[in-house]
């Protein structure tokens, strides 16, 4: 059952990234087109296309968490003993752990501000929380994807290659 809700939240999160750009590209072009060809822009393509950009960017850090895409410096894992490579395994991704988990509290924290005080965006006029929703749901995704790194550093057990950052399969 973890597995499938593994793949339906990877599925999802890639759906959504992939529909975001999509639709911000075309939604950006078709602006471009109407502004230079028949002088009527769309007042709300830049705006939309921006906090599109900022959700694709915090769903897509939880996607390169899952995928190990983010960029890392192997320098000292390479010097390490496979023993103490799996002891910096915990280390990094328990500290990454900490960092997504007071993230998501003070990325809550603020986005319950912001909506409490009512704003909106500039032209759209869409409640601003909802563009800084993707600081504590990002965050969310990401400790989950790094809690499942963890747990894969975990079974993996000392004697045999681990799944995540600093792994060398």
Not at 25 to 37: E, G, K
Not at 137 to 157: D, E, I, K, P
Request: hydrophobic residues 55%.
């Amino acid at each position: 059952m973890a597995a499938r809700a593994d793949a339906a939240l990877s599925f999802l999160e890639t759906a959504f990234i992939g529909v975001a750009i999509a639709f911000a590209s075309l939604l950006l072009f078709a602006n471009v087109v109407l502004r230079y060809i028949f002088l009527a822009p769309i007042s709300w393509a830049e705006e939309i296309s921006i906090y599109l950009i900022i959700w694709i960017v915090f769903v897509g850090g939880s996607v390169l968490i899952r995928t190990g895409g983010h960029i890392a410096v192997d320098l000292l894992p390479l010097a390490l003993t496979p023993r103490l490579q799996r002891y910096l395994q915990f280390l990094v991704l328990g500290l990454a752990l900490v960092f997504f988990a007071t993230f998501f509290y003070y990325g809550g924290i603020h986005t319950l501000r912001v909506r409490s005080a009512g704003q909106l965006t500039p032209i759209m006029l869409a409640p601003m929380w909802l563009t800084y929703l993707a600081m504590p749901v990002g965050s969310l995704l990401m400790f989950l994807r790094t809690s499942q790194n963890l747990w894969h550093v975990y079974q993996a057990g000392p004697d045999r290659s681990a799944h995540g950052p600093m792994a060398h399969d």
